[in-house]
């Protein structure tokens, strides 16, 4: 005996990586739903060997349903996900609007599985920021063994983070310049992206800061310890898929580079490519449609006492969006629905 899953926002980006990797591990459903915007009804969305037909997000009944993921964005969710809720169907909800409330689990399975039940509250479970979801993969069994005190983290983030509209404006772009010779004026981001990277995702807050970085402070002291120290600089890079971060930790027990790299090649979720070498190590392309966060180029950071230095990737449609939340999901049934 399986689900019954609903996908919201099954035409866009995210909603399609959803399906897709519900098929590829082979999560146990029985019945889908994919639904979209009124405009789409009646689209016809792939579901492993399957076609499903898209329904109306606005007039659907999730009464009998039991589990919800939720692609929509803030707006539709602040709309949608509490009718879900009351329904009975869990939601499991990617946009940003639920990350902060105390009464809502926000959920990276590898790290802090165990706050699963906490649905109850609201029936509703948030998923992390896509930036955020892959480093504390990465952090996660290093804070275990050693104490997180601080982290500095730089981010080079995909377009694709920035949706349709994003991967649509560099593609343009770059063919505008490099094929037409003309440049095409910026209409998603605010500076041109092809050929360039802009320090700036999301608003721009009091501090200084962007919103994009308030995230990551945010949501990984909720994660994994309010106690960790956080300064974030958030980059879009002219890149389609796959987020990349330069981390620098510093900790409270001493812990080596040989020894924070056998710990990581052990911990769940991650491989470690770090050979030292030309090419020995992972990028944004060699992530793409994987569902790891890759760690490389780990090293001391001699600049701080019991500091280590690496640079951790992963394809941010996956790990940072469709994945986790397909990986919640399977939390929810082996945990918590027992179903299938």
């Not at 919201?8 to 399906?19: D, K, Q, S, W, Y």
Request: glycine letters at 8%; one cysteine or more.
């Amino acid at each position: 005996m399986g689900y019954k899953v609903v996908v919201a926002g099954a035409t866009g980006n995210v909603g399609r990586e959803m399906l897709n990797i519900l098929a590829e591990r082979e999560f146990p459903v029985d019945e889908i739903a994919a639904l979209a915007s009124r405009k789409s009804l009646g689209t016809e969305i792939s579901f492993g060997d399957k076609t499903v037909k898209c329904k109306d997000l606005d007039t659907f009944d999730f009464t009998g349903w039991d589990i919800a993921l939720f692609a929509v964005g803030s707006e539709a969710t602040k709309m949608y996900a509490p009718k879900a809720a009351a329904a009975g169907c869990i939601v499991i909800d990617n946009s940003s609007l639920y990350r902060y409330d105390p009464q809502v689990p926000l959920i990276v399975p590898e790290v802090n599985a165990d706050q699963i039940f906490m649905y109850k509250n609201k029936n509703i479970i948030a998923n992390p920021n896509c930036s955020t979801a892959q480093m504390v993969v990465a952090l996660k069994p290093l804070h275990d063994r050693a104490r997180i005190k601080r982290v500095v983290v730089s981010t080079y983030q995909s377009v694709s983070g920035a949706g349709k509209d994003g991967i649509d404006e560099l593609w343009d772009q770059t063919k505008g310049i490099f094929v037409v010779g003309q440049e095409v004026a910026p209409k998603k981001f605010p500076k041109q992206i092809a050929f360039n990277v802009i320090p700036h995702i999301d608003v721009f807050l009091d501090d200084g800061y962007t919103k994009e970085e308030w995230k990551m402070v945010a949501e990984t002291k909720k994660i994994l310890d309010p106690k960790i120290k956080i300064t974030a600089t958030c980059v879009r890079v002219p890149v389609f898929v796959g987020h990349s971060e330069a981390i620098n930790i510093e900790f409270e027990d001493p812990i080596d580079w040989m020894e924070a790299t056998d710990i990581l090649r052990e911990a769940p979720g991650i491989l470690v490519v770090d050979k030292r070498e030309p090419g020995g190590y992972i990028t944004p392309i060699d992530c793409v449609g994987d569902y790891a966060t890759y760690v490389s180029r780990i090293r001391q950071d001699i600049t701080v006492e019991n500091g280590l230095s690496m640079w951790v990737v992963s394809d941010n449609l996956r790990k940072g969006a469709a994945l986790n939340a397909v990986q919640i999901a399977e939390v929810l049934g082996n945990r918590v629905l027992k179903k299938g």
